[in-house]
């Protein structure tokens, strides 16, 4: 449990950087407003798990995802391999975000199976 909430702790603070990337390479406005709320909702998530981390009376601790790493790494490569201001490219972002998405649901999903256990 207290290992995932590390990954996850890395994944969030990690999207916070890789995010605006994103936002950057975008070009629909929709898209671009789409992303810059959720860099928003992601900050948030980074100040709930140190809440979470509270909780525990843990430190908030950072373990590095090597699937989030890889989720951004694809992100960007999509990103190089199309043309700015291209629809291509924009769709590349949207798919690469969704990936990004379950994995976040697949591990909160996860950790709130744990907790339950737990209960
Ligand atoms: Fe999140
Ligand atoms: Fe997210």
Redo the contacts with the bound molecule.
């Keep these: 449990m207290h290992d995932s909430l590390k990954d996850i702790y890395w994944a969030e603070k990690h999207?916070t950087k890789a995010i605006p990337k994103m936002i950057r390479a975008a070009t629909n406005e929709t898209l671009i407003s789409a992303l810059e709320d959720?860099l928003e909702?992601?900050e948030g998530?980074v100040s709930r798990l140190e809440e979470v981390f509270e909780l525990f009376g843990k430190k908030a601790q950072a373990k590095k995802c090597e699937a989030m790493e890889g989720l951004t790494k694809e992100a960007e490569s999509i990103i190089e391999e199309t043309e700015e201001g291209t629809s291509t490219r924009d769709v590349g972002i949207i798919m690469a975000a969704k990936k990004?998405?379950h994995y976040?649901i697949a591990t909160y999903g996860g950790l709130t199976q744990l907790q339950k256990q737990w209960d």
């Design positions: 999207l959720h909702v992601t998530h990004v998405e976040e």
